[in-house]
């Protein structure tokens, strides 16, 4: 099996896995990866999480024209703007997970680190989550929001519309998103609870011993 089949099947496959466990629901959600000549691989438009077909997945040139497959995704601008800002990201993962959205509606989310710091997992995975303003589906606006954080975030929360987490490849950005969701979901079910929270100290160690981006 080429290296492009392997990840055309991959794609195909955690998407399946993220679609049985409710991540992202119907025709929701999209995933882009990247080969190793530059190209991209990108699910496609309209396209359930739980059927997509390697064969057709969209596939991109390196200067961004479509060269292959079905009709892309809308939200092209958005996963672009992570591959211009962050030179190693190998995949960007985009759900409309519902604890994640949840969590961005409330007014009391920081937006400059939705995530409490509840476990050492998210902090490591993610680093600062920001979240971004809503924005109508497709909008070239969410990757100029992106590439407005200069590459410093591999992951941002969509007001009212989910998460998205960039990572050196596609199993690293799926592991990413999931915990940005499991976090999300601890943070509403420990909501009002006075839950205790890593300490400053604690957050400090994990940022140096993994060298986490924490601006």
């Known amino acids: 099996m080429t290296a492009e089949a392997h990840l055309r099947e991959q794609v195909c496959t955690l998407a399946k ?5 409710g991540l992202t ?20 438009t309209g396209s359930s999480f739980g059927s997509l077909d390697p064969a057709r997945l969209s596939h991109f040139s390196k200067d961004g024209q479509l060269i292959g ?36 509606m409330l007014p009391e989310t920081d937006p400059d680190n939705v995530l409490p710091p509840l476990t050492p997992y998210a902090i490591m995975r993610l680093g600062k989550v920001k979240l971004l303003p809503v924005f109508l589906p497709g909008d070239p606006a969410m990757g100029d929001a992106v590439r407005g954080l200069a590459g410093k975030r591999s992951a941002v929360l969509l007001a009212n519309h989910g998460p998205v987490v960039a990572g050196k490849d596609l199993q690293a950005a799926v592991y990413a998103v999931e915990e940005l969701e499991e976090t999300a979901k601890l943070a509403l079910l420990t909501r009002g ?9 604690q957050i400090s160690a994990l940022v140096t011993k993994y060298k986490i981006e924490w601006d």
């Open 193 to 201: 609870l006075q839950p205790r929270l890593l300490t400053p100290e």
């Open 69 to 104: 497959g079905d009709k892309p995704t809308k939200e092209m601008p958005l996963h672009s703007a992570f591959y211009e800002t962050r030179m190693h990201t190998g995949a960007v993962v985009h759900l409309h997970s519902c604890h994640s959205v949840a969590l961005s």
């Open 17 to 21: 896995s993220m679609f049985d466990r």
């Open 25 to 44: 629901g119907g025709a929701s959600g999209n995933i882009s990866a990247r080969l190793e000549d530059g190209t991209l691989l990108v699910t496609p």
